[in-house]
């Protein structure tokens, strides 16, 4: 079994739905992330979070919110998706080592008509 | 935060050693050098760190000369197998580091 599994793999949705994107982690690592990825382009963060109480937006967190409801799981929402959201969605841990290792998940294909 | 610069692509041909090297011109003295692998539609993972001089794994070698401004990563013949994108990162060793993806060197490797 994969240490950090997303669910969906794979998603087609149309303008203006709400989305969930899940994120569960086997590791124990407290920090989570969740980053996008188009076409041709590196990954951008979106929001991370330190431990449970802990949120921060990243680099590019608008249209965008999180929870982080365990240890373990770290939620995407998309409340009103737009086309231009379709990308790939990765989610990643870390343990408190700022020199540690970044494990990502498998990854969320999103699409948005 | 020390920003870095790769080159955004590179092509080889199976059997070769293939060399990337990183700029990192303001590192800072605890920071480490680490470097991710990505298949397409896949996530990045880990291939090597390093500090300082040379580190070696079953699957690459790290080159960092003293003034650590800069790092090679080495693949020792490729395979078509190794066509993917690299990443190079530095790994803030203090305060809330926040891993930082650019557009890493996409790798092609040809028969």
């Known amino acids: 079994d994969a240490d950090v599994t997303q669910t969906p793999r794979n998603r087609i949705t149309k303008t203006g739905k709400r989305i969930m994107l899940e994120c569960s982690q086997t590791?124990?690592?407290?920090?989570m992330y969740w980053y996008r990825q188009d076409p041709g382009l590196g990954l951008r963060l979106i929001y991370y979070?330190?431990?449970?109480?802990?949120?921060n937006k990243g680099e590019i967190s608008d249209g965008y919110s999180v929870s982080r409801q365990a240890q373990a799981k770290f939620s995407l929402s998309l409340e009103s998706a737009i086309p231009n959201q379709t990308a790939l969605y990765f989610c990643a841990t870390k343990g408190r080592l700022n020199t540690g290792e970044l494990f990502f998940g498998e990854g969320s294909r999103l699409t948005v008509l | 935060l020390a920003k870095t610069t790769q080159p955004i692509s590179m092509d080889s041909y199976e059997g070769q050693e293939v060399n990337i090297t990183c700029s990192h011109n303001?590192?800072?003295?605890?920071?480490?050098i680490t470097w991710y692998q990505q298949f397409p539609s896949q996530g990045p993972r880990f291939i090597i760190q390093g500090y300082k001089t040379k580190v070696t794994n079953e699957v690459a070698s790290l080159f960092i000369p003293a003034d650590r401004k800069s790092s090679t990563l080495s693949l020792p013949r490729v395979s078509l197998s190794d066509t993917a994108v690299y990443y190079c990162?530095?790994?803030?060793?203090?305060?809330?580091?926040?891993?930082?993806f650019g557009r890493g060197t996409s790798l092609i490797v040809h028969p």
């Open positions: 979070s330190f431990d449970v109480k802990d949120i």
């Open positions: 590791k124990g690592h407290d920090r």
């Open positions: 303001n590192i800072a003295t605890n920071d480490y």
């Open positions: 990162l530095v790994s803030e060793s203090g305060g809330s580091y926040i891993p930082t």
